[in-house]
């Protein structure tokens, strides 16, 4: 393997003219040498206290070496930025006292483990050959755009959540090129994608005393303006969309923010996976169109009484909804209260996406796996669930339920042609 990147980097050099002989000796010489590998450190110290305000938290590595080095956590996200720093005396580099140079300049001299610090991901150390930068990989599927600016904490959030979903189905959103974009408001996220949504809220006043969602005329309403969703995923565009802050419902100007909120963050990564997952199939006819899944809907829903209504409204607006929070919730994704409530009024939309969807994507769960470790009454009567969980029932008036996104069907009022995703170039490292 050395021998043939070796020839590689060799053979673009000037020097490659020199001819076979020469190459021959490189090879041989090269064979005595020492396989450099990347060592993987771990963080020996976390140091938050007396460091300059830009910084959230000082990353000690452990290097196995006299040199010392550490990362610069970042607390924010600033456009063209990494979210972290190297910080090392540059006469420990130069002098070769950190890290061996790799036998591939693309290959990292180092990899840190982020687990001691609270990270789920690694960072790569590189040597640009005047000095080392320190680049962090986020998920493929995870679209950052180069003005975005946001929390680091808010960044590791989604991405680890993203990190969660089952890899066959992570891989068919990339294959697809479904991605996730986030930013820092909304005017970063939704009003960039749409300008016209910005106007669109301004025109749409609310009545404070209105519920976000009510029944209207036998259909329940979503009253949320564009400001006030937490996420949504846009079919057209096979994109999900998540701020870092929104607006409150009901309010002016007040600012609801998923920084630090990580549980709330992976619902709604997985609920808008959901919806990905759903579109997987093909645009004009999605999963939750098919004619099985319409049954297995039509038999769950004729089961909800009225009076029980309020608990899954959210859920009784299309057949989207629940496919998404189904899906979301067999992926292991949701938290165990809305897993359990979505699971317990859904049973057999949830068997139907089990059985004919998630196969699809080599992800297979058996019913005792889903009792095991989503929700222990699977399968059971619905009664008998709601005395397992009471406080289901109330879950629908809890704030981190608007979690739930709104979901938009082809709507050519929308005027989503006008920014286009771009199919590369989506920063995978920041
Ligand atoms: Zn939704």
């Known amino acids: ?27 041989r010489a090269n064979r005595a040498q020492p396989v450099v590998q990347t060592p993987t450190l771990q963080i020996s110290n976390v140091i938050t206290r007396g460091i300059p305000a830009e910084y959230q938290a000082y990353l ?25 720093r190297a910080i090392y005396d540059e006469r420990d580099r130069t002098e070769g006292r950190l890290f061996a140079k790799p036998a591939d300049q693309a290959q990292p001299s180092a990899i840190i483990d982020g687990r001691n610090a609270g990270i789920e991901g690694v960072f790569n150390i590189h040597d640009t050959g005047s000095g080392y930068e320190s680049w962090y990989p986020v998920s493929p599927v995870l679209w950052l755009p180069e003005y975005a600016e946001f929390a680091t904490n808010y960044l590791f959030s989604i991405d680890n959540s993203l990190k969660r979903i089952p890899a066959g189905i992570t891989s068919a959103f990339h294959r697809n090129e479904s991605w996730t974009l986030i930013g820092k408001d909304i005017e ?38 564009y400001a006030n969703l937490p996420g949504l995923y846009l079919p057209d565009r096979k994109l999900i969309v998540i701020p870092q802050t929104h607006i409150t419902y009901g309010t002016a100007n007040g600012i609801k923010d998923r920084n630090g909120q990580d549980e709330w963050n992976r619902d709604t990564i997985f609920h808008e996976g959901g919806h990905g997952l759903d579109y997987l199939t093909s645009y004009s006819n999605c999963y939750s169109n098919a004619h099985g899944f319409i049954n297995a809907y039509e038999k769950d829903k004729s089961r909800i009484a009225d009076s029980e209504e309020h608990m899954v409204s959210y859920y009784l607006q299309n057949r989207a909804e629940p496919f998404a929070e189904i899906t979301g919730a067999l992926m292991g994704g949701l938290s165990g209260r809305r897993a359990a409530r979505i699971l317990s009024f859904f049973y057999n939309v949830a068997e139907h996406v089990r059985t004919q969807v998630l196969p699809h994507y080599g992800y297979r769960i058996t019913p005792e796996q889903i009792r095991e470790k989503i929700y222990s009454g699977y399968g059971s009567d619905r009664r008998a669930a709601l005395t397992l969980y009471p406080e289901i029932q109330l879950a629908s008036s809890l704030e981190r339920d608007a979690g739930v996104c709104m979901h938009l069907h082809n709507n050519s009022n929308n005027g989503s042609a006008i920014v286009q995703t771009q199919t590369h170039n989506h920063n995978t490292v920041v």
């Open 60 to 84: 000690d590595v452990q290097t196995n070496t006299d040199g010392r080095f550490t990362l610069g956590l970042l607390k924010e996200r600033i456009p063209g930025r990494k979210i972290s």
């Open 1 to 27: 393997m050395v021998n043939v990147i070796d020839r590689r980097i060799f053979l673009g050099s000037t020097a490659a003219i020199i001819g076979n002989q020469f190459l021959s000796g490189i090879a």
């Open 188 to 225: 970063q996220t939704y009003y960039w994608l749409n300008p016209s949504w910005r106007t669109h809220d301004q025109n749409t006043p609310i009545d404070p005393n209105k519920p976000w969602i009510e029944k209207i005329d036998g259909r329940w309403v979503d009253n949320r303006r």
